[in-house]
Nanobody, 117 residues
Framework: QVQLVESGGGLVQPGGSLRLSCAGS????????MGWFRQAPGKEREFVAA???????NYADSAKGRFTISRDNAKNTVYLQMNSLKPEDTAVYYC???????????WGAGAQVAVSS
């Protein structure tokens, strides 16, 4: 069973930065695409960023230019560096591991990010 644990959330002022981490319990990072999603109160969960096993990245328009996703397969960890944060970035951020070939998806429990002055 794969477990994903997010960390690094918190309260930050507008314009500030946070780095989220997602650590996996098994050696999944070499074969799974890793992604970050978020869900704001009263809204549906939405895609933020993803990185494939070979390092190809993809971002939502809202994240382009401000967020950077990266991964360290040796540490089974994926990161989301968030800069120039805005109040509308406030949400619970979820880590996801997915494999189309295996037909499997795993989610972390989420990390709260609040952007407020």
């Amino acid at each position: 069973q794969v477990q994903l644990v997010e960390s690094g959330g918190g309260l930050v002022q507008p314009g500030g930065s946070l780095r989220l981490s997602c650590a996996g319990s098994a050696n999944i990072f070499s074969i799974y695409t890793m992604g970050w999603f978020r869900q704001a109160p009263g809204k549906e969960r939405e895609f933020v960023a993803a990185i494939t096993r070979d390092g190809t990245t993809n971002y939502a328009d809202s994240a382009k230019g401000r967020f950077t996703i990266s991964r360290d397969n040796a540490k089974n960890t994926v990161y989301l560096q968030m800069n120039s944060l805005k109040p509308e970035d406030t949400a619970v951020y979820y880590c996801k591991a997915s494999s189309v070939s295996l037909g499997k998806n795993y989610w972390g429990a989420g990390a709260q990010v609040a952007v407020s002055s």
